[in-house]
C-alpha cells in the first residue's frame, strides 16, 4: 500500500510518497492529477467540499480551531463556493460580504490550488475514496501528544522542532534543496503524509460530520 501527502508550493505541489517498506520520496509534481497516480490513499493540505455561503462555515474547521488553542489562525476559513469563481480579490471580497462575511487575501492566494482540487475532485469520482483533507498542524499535534506545536515553522527552531516529531514517528528527513518549493512545505507534506499512513491504517481521526457533503457531494471533513 502506497500513501502520500501533498501540499501546495509556488510551482505546483509537493508530494511525499511513502512505500509499504517505509521508504521515502520527496518530490514536486505540477498538478495534483500527478500527485494521485499509483496510491491507495493521498491526504492534501487543501479543502475539500465548499459551503455556499461564509457562514456558518464548515463544522470541520470549528473543531480543528477548538483542537489547536493558540494555533487557531493556522485554519483559513474556506471561501464559499460563489466566491471561488472571482478573478479579484475585490470582486471575492465583495460577494462573499454579501453572502455573510468577506475574505482575506491570503484566502483569495490559494484560490487557484481549491479549484484545482475541486475540480479534479468533481470531474474524476474515483479519486473520492483516495483523496482526503487533512491539516498539517493538526498532524503535527497528534505527534506531540496532542498539543498544538506553537513556534513557528519558518523559524529555525520551529522547523527543527517538526523535523524531530517527523522523525520520531518513522518519518525520517535530511533537508535538502528541493527546486519549486520551501522547505516548510516539505515538512507538511510529510506530516499528511502521516495522516494519509493512519487513514489507510483505519486509526485516523476525522473531524465533521461523516455524512455531510456540499452540492456536489463532495466530503467536507478534516482527517489528522
Known amino acids: 500500500m502506497i500513501v502520500a501527502g501533498a501540499d501546495g508550493c509556488r510551482t505546483g505541489w509537493v ?10 520520496d520527496i518530490r514536486v509534481v505540477g498538478t495534483l492529477a500527478e500527485a494521485c ?19 456558518p462555515g464548515r463544522a470541520c474547521e470549528r473543531e480543528a480551531r477548538a483542537l489547536l488553542p493558540g494555533k487557531t489562525s493556522s485554519v483559513f ?6 466566491a471561488l469563481v472571482c478573478s479579484t480579490h475585490g470582486e471575492a471580497n465583495a460577494l462573499s460580504k454579501t453572502l455573510g462575511v468577506g475574505l482575506t487575501r491570503q484566502t483569495f492566494h490559494l484560490f487557484p490550488k481549491m479549484r484545482e482540487v ?20 493538526l498532524a503535527f499535534a497528534r505527534m506531540n ?3 498544538p506545536v506553537l513556534s513557528k515553522k519558518r523559524r529555525p ?11 520520531r514517528h518513522g518519518f525520517p528527513w535530511g533537508p535538502r534543496s528541493l527546486p519549486g518549493a520551501a522547505r516548510d512545505d516539505v515538512l507538511d507534506a510529510m506530516a499528511v503524509c502521516r495522516t494519509a499512513l493512519l ?5 485516523a481521526t476525522r473531524l465533521g460530520p461523516e455524512q455531510e457533503r456540499d452540492r456536489y457531494g463532495l466530503p467536507m471533513n478534516i482527517w489528522f
Open 118 to 137: 475541486d475540480a479534479l475532485m468533481r470531474d474524476t469520482g474515483t479519486l473520492r475514496s483516495i483523496v482526503h483533507e487533512a491539516h498539517p498542524e
Open 15 to 24: 508530494v511525499c510518497r511513502r512505500g509499504t517498506d517505509g521508504s521515502l
Open 77 to 82: 476559513p474556506t471561501p464559499c463556493r460563489p
Open 199 to 203: 487513514i489507510a491504517q483505519g486509526t
Open 37 to 55: 497516480e499509483g496510491l491507495s490513499i493521498l491526504a492534501v493540505d487543501m479543502p475539500i467540499g465548499l459551503v455556499e455561503t461564509p457562514r
Open 145 to 147: 501528544g496532542g498539543t
Open 157 to 167: 527552531e520551529g522547523f527543527a522542532e517538526r523535523l524531530e516529531l517527523l522523525a
